[in-house]
């Protein structure tokens, strides 16, 4: 049993900050839940390193590309991609666990932080393109993010809120959740 294993059992689960498409393939996020992950997040940033950072992507970005797609459609596509693979890798544990863990996260777009009606429209899009109950969308913690959260959780869409800095922000944004369970 690992130390993750350990962790689990005192009711500690551990996400694994990173994603990236040679880590799907070459089974490296099966080895990693077999030693405890029991998640995994994502963000721009995180693909960007992934994208830029190696040649496993090359090919498809050759091929969406030829296919007349912006930049923007090609790094979502390959996002989707990335992020459905790793749902359905991390599908068991959410099934074990009831839902507690085995969910891969998906941010939104950072351009949408203070648009709350883009945001919620965003999150609808993708999770309607994804389709798997074990995708988690991060918001961010603004006061239109917390907007978001409201009627994203009252639609029953997985959300985790990002970046809250300030204990005001927190308080509002329970009281959100509160309020999504309430019209759900």
Do not use: C
């Amino acid at each position: 049993m690992s130390g993750l294993h350990e962790l689990n059992r005192l009711g500690q689960s551990v996400w694994f900050d990173n994603i990236n498409r040679a880590m799907l393939e070459s089974g490296e996020l099966q080895r990693l839940i077999e030693r405890g992950v029991r998640g995994v997040t994502s963000n721009p940033s995180i693909f960007k390193k992934a994208i830029a950072g190696s040649d496993t992507y090359t090919a498809e970005i050759s091929r969406l590309k030829s296919m007349g797609k912006s930049a923007l459609e090609i790094y979502e596509e390959l996002v989707i991609e990335d992020i459905a693979r790793a749902a359905d890798i991390l599908l068991p544990i959410y099934k074990s666990s009831n839902g507690a863990d085995g969910y891969v996260s998906l941010e939104a777009n950072p351009h949408l932080a203070y648009d709350s009606e883009g945001t919620v429209g965003e999150i609808r899009r993708l999770n309607l393109i994804l389709k798997r109950p074990n995708v988690m969308f991060k918001v961010p913690g603004t006061g239109p993010g917390i907007k978001a959260v409201e009627a994203l959780i009252a639609e029953g869409i997985n959300i985790n809120v990002t970046l809250i800095f300030a204990i005001e922000y927190y308080a509002r944004i329970a009281e959100a959740y509160i309020a999504g369970l309430k019209r759900r």
